[in-house]
């Protein structure tokens, strides 16, 4: 009785690490991204190349269809000319500009830039969001940059790029 014990604890912790193997999981027809969750970060990098301390607006969600789900904002100040960053770690279901709510309404201002002598501008973003897996992965650097674009009506671009390391 005591070998079958211990033949049966034996079995059952290889029939559970089998169940946490990516090969196995995707054999018997399941997503290993559903059951293992990525490990990692992804990093936000903030670049104001404007003359003028601007506020960064991002937020970050657990679930992509579901903001009341680990929905998170951050507020990053940056000075005339500097990158700071954020460090988020996964797994994550989002990232993009703006803020959430607690009505979960999203604000798209992605940064208000505080001119010295003038009154602050808030500069919607107009990009999409960065749902995990589709246009995002852990590891992965967003560059976010705003900067002057010489006209009267829109002073300021904001742009967004993912950067990927091999």
């Known amino acids: 009785m005591g070998a079958l014990l211990a ?28 059951i ?31 903001l009341s789900k680990g929905a998170r904002n951050y507020f990053v100040e940056a000075p005339p000319g500097q990158t700071l960053n954020e460090v988020i770690d996964c797994p994550i279901g989002l990232v993009s500009l703006g803020t959430v709510g607690e009505d979960l309404m999203v604000d798209r201002t992605g940064a208000i830039v505080r001119p010295a002598a003038e009154a602050a501008v808030a500069v919607a973003y107009t990009g999409a969001e960065l749902p995990y897996g589709s246009g995002l992965s852990c590891g992965d650097v967003v560059a976010v940059r705003i900067r002057g674009s010489g006209t009267e009506g829109d002073p300021y671009t904001i742009s967004v790029r993912v950067l990927r390391w091999p």
Do not use: M, Q
């Open 7 to 34: 033949l049966g604890s034996v079995l059952g912790c290889a029939l559970g690490s089998d169940l946490l193997n990516a090969e196995a999981l995707v054999w018997l027809g399941l997503d290993p991204g559903t």
């Open 36 to 66: 293992i969750p990525a490990r990692g970060s992804v990093l936000i990098a903030f670049t104001n190349d404007t003359p003028n301390p601007v506020e960064f607006h991002a937020y970050t969600a657990s679930d992509a269809a579901d």
